[in-house]
């Protein structure tokens, strides 16, 4: 379908673990983020990176970390879970801009994230 | 501080009618505007979008606009069919060196009803 795979679609864990969740692409885009999404917020970027071994942080970056080690994988950490940390996280990638324009993202299907 | 805004938490609407979803944004370095549509334990999906340099774009039944002057974007469908009961969010990218960052508003959820 779209490229992109999430993993796990679901996870419970307890305050204070480590958890670590998993982007897939096969679509050989340069881009990716992850974004995290809660009722009332809608979608807040959390990191993102612009090519391999080159991250950066979004606006809700404190108490996670990335690593992108090739070009289709990106690993969103949360170094030791809290429970304002249960949420939808989603993974998008885009081939950014061609021409001038930007092409958007492709999202991925979600983790569902909750600590307790 | 939210540079973007969708008012309407919710809305809902016969089939065969027009649905206006609206979006705020503040920040006047937005040049790009998209759409997106989410479906309950799916990803968003792209829908419509529209660049800085027009203020009306078209793709059947969906059509966006775009108020530079007021800082204001709208999604009309016409006509409504229950299919498109989903949550939509706007979204907004800003020229430069951006990363091709999108900034999402706080979405509305779109029931149709038959």
């Known amino acids: 379908d779209a490229g992109i795979t999430q993993s796990p679609r679901h996870k419970v864990t307890e305050t204070g673990t480590p958890v670590t969740l998993r982007c897939h692409q096969t679509?050989?885009?340069?881009?990716m983020y992850w974004y995290r999404q809660d009722p009332g917020h809608g979608l807040r970027l959390i990191h993102y990176?612009?090519?391999?071994?080159?991250?950066d942080k979004g606006e809700v970056s404190d108490g996670y970390s990335v690593s992108r080690s090739k070009t289709e994988d990106f690993l969103l950490t949360l170094e030791s879970a809290t429970s304002s940390q249960t949420s939808v996280y989603f993974c998008?990638?885009?081939?950014?801009?061609?021409?001038?324009?930007?092409?958007?993202?492709?999202f991925g299907s979600g983790t569902r994230l909750t600590v307790v | 501080d939210q540079q973007v805004k969708q008012n309407s938490p919710s809305l809902s609407v016969q089939e065969g009618r027009i649905s206006i979803l609206n979006c705020d944004y503040t920040?006047?370095?937005?040049?790009?505007f998209l759409w997106y549509k989410k479906y309950p334990a799916e990803g968003p999906t792209f829908l419509i979008s529209?660049?800085?340099?027009?203020d009306k774009n078209e793709d059947g039944r969906f059509t966006v606009f775009l108020n530079k002057s007021a800082k204001h974007l709208s999604l009309h469908i016409v006509p409504s069919q229950p299919g498109d009961s989903a949550v939509y969010f706007c979204?907004?990218?800003?020229?430069?060196?951006?990363?091709?960052?999108?900034?999402f508003g706080q979405g509305t959820i779109l029931t149709v009803h038959p």
């Open positions: 998008a990638i885009s081939k950014g801009e061609t021409g001038g324009r930007n092409y958007g993202y492709t």
């Open positions: 529209i660049s800085s340099i027009k």
């Open positions: 979204a907004m990218l800003a020229g430069g060196t951006s990363y091709g960052k999108l900034t």
């Open positions: 920040n006047s370095m937005f040049d790009y």
């Open positions: 990176s612009y090519g391999v071994k080159d991250t």
């Open positions: 679509e050989n885009h340069r881009y």
